[in-house]
């Protein structure tokens, strides 16, 4: 079974700082990872995607992938209230049995800005 | 103007009735997408279909039937509703599953819930 794991939180964070969140996933060979943020009562939107080892920064969002541990993290530079959504990580997976490649999600991260 | 369209928004109906859901994009890529989201926030993929072809069918219940009379619609079909079939369930599509960094594009969602 293929899967992602998050902290469903809240993360609560104030206003201006750093929000750290953190996902891990168990299949080894996935080979790109997704950030899509969710308001309440919204459709996902993508956010950011990585597939490199490293950091990958756009604006104030910064996707950081460890492949050896399985884990990618979103960081959130100066934070504003309306970041306040819930952050789902998915991961690509090949499906052997099927032939395709498809995205599985974490249950996702609430995040909480308050000013 | 909407790139991902679904119909209706919300549904409300009882155990046992058969109801469809419609989606429409204009983005013009290939597949489309139908995903179920719990009341845990956990969004699973049901079905897709590249080019009006079935490529992916997750172990889904054959009383959802999907049909796509063209690339540019995908279409959900339920029969004989039950209760945990409640949930919100999201149209999408993408250009296809060509690179690693292929991004999905949500319908708003509709609403399901079984009385």
């Known amino acids: 079974q293929k899967e992602v794991e998050q902290n469903s939180g809240p993360l609560s964070v104030p206003e201006g700082a750093i929000a750290s969140l953190n996902c891990t996933y168990s299949?080894?060979?996935?080979?790109?990872f997704f950030w899509y943020r969710q308001y309440s009562g919204k459709s996902p939107e993508l956010i950011m995607f990585i597939y490199s080892n490293g950091d990958k920064e756009d604006g104030r969002f910064t996707a950081q992938l460890n492949k050896a541990s399985q884990y990618v993290s979103l960081l959130i530079r100066d934070s504003q209230p309306s970041d306040s959504a819930t952050y789902l990580c998915?991961?690509?997976?090949?499906?052997?049995?099927?032939?395709?490649?498809?995205?599985?999600f974490g249950a996702g991260t609430r995040l909480a800005v308050h000013p | 103007d909407t790139a991902v369209s679904q119909t209706p928004k919300y549904l409300v109906t009882q155990m046992g009735n058969d109801k469809s859901i419609k989606c429409e994009q204009n983005l013009g890529h290939d597949t489309m997408y139908w995903y179920k989201q719990d009341s845990k926030k956990f969004l699973k993929i049901m079905f897709s279909y590249n080019n009006k072809e079935l490529i992916i069918n997750e172990t889904v219940p054959n009383r959802f039937s999907p049909k796509s009379p063209d690339k540019a619609h995908l279409n959900l079909h339920i029969n004989s509703l039950e209760l945990g079939d409640s949930a919100v369930y999201f149209c999408a599509s993408s250009q296809g599953d060509r690179g690693r960094s292929e991004k999905l594009f949500f319908g708003s969602g509709t609403q399901l819930s079984v009385l």
């Open positions: 998915a991961v690509k997976v090949w499906m052997f049995s099927g032939g395709y490649n498809k995205l599985i």
């Open positions: 299949d080894r060979g996935s080979q790109s």
